[in-house]
């Protein structure tokens, strides 16, 4: 898997699910809720080509994982939202994916309150890998019928790991 999760915002902006690109993940550096956990979307690239506003080949990094001196320009075109370069080519560095994933939902918490929950959340020990709060204005445009209709503010917290160490997390932060 990525290890960054790329962000879908279309059905928050009234769009079709599904329509990102991931050249246009890398332009934006939209690196959702796994972020907290695994990094941006730009410390997972390893190499593109792009070409220029001048028509030139930009070629930077490679396809494996090593150490360099210099400029990183990888990481300077990643979030640069096209303005450097539009991507014709781009390798990123995958990981396994986790056995097991938990979401925690807690419901009708006020956003003071959620921020609090989230923060205490993830400074825990237990390795939460996603965290979101969302208003019931933005509930209402989620995916799935049963989210749509909770009516209400939700907060999520997701756990991922292999399978038993998922379900005793999930029952510590609950407890938490």
């Given at each position: 898997q990525l290890a960054f999760?790329?962000?879908?915002?279309?059905?928050?902006?009234?769009?079709?699910?599904?329509?990102?690109?991931?050249?246009?993940?890398?332009?934006?550096?939209?690196?959702?809720s796994r972020r907290?956990?695994?990094?941006?979307?730009?410390?997972?690239?390893?190499?593109?080509?792009a070409v220029n506003g001048q028509g030139e080949i930009i070629k930077a990094g490679g396809r494996v994982?090593?150490?360099?001196t210099g400029y990183d320009l990888c990481r300077g075109l990643a979030g640069s939202w096209g303005t450097l370069g539009l991507f014709t080519e781009v390798t990123l560095r995958a990981q396994p994916a986790a056995d097991e994933s938990r979401t925690l939902l807690l419901f009708g918490q006020p956003d003071e309150i959620?921020?609090?929950?989230?923060?205490?959340a993830i400074g825990s020990q237990f390795e939460v890998s996603g965290a979101?709060?969302?208003?019931?204005?933005l509930t209402r445009r989620l995916r799935s019928p049963?989210?749509?209709?909770?009516?209400t503010d939700v907060t999520a917290l997701r756990i991922e790991s292999f399978g038993l160490a998922v379900a005793r997390r999930a029952a510590a932060l609950r407890d938490l």
């Open positions: 999760e790329p962000i879908d915002m279309g059905p928050m902006l009234g769009q079709p699910a599904g329509q990102s690109t991931i050249g246009g993940v890398v332009a934006t550096n939209l690196s959702g907290i956990q695994s990094g941006a979307v730009r410390d997972h690239v390893l190499g593109l080509k994982m090593k150490n360099v959620a921020v609090e929950v989230m923060c205490a979101i709060h969302l208003q019931e204005a049963a989210a749509r209709s909770v009516g």
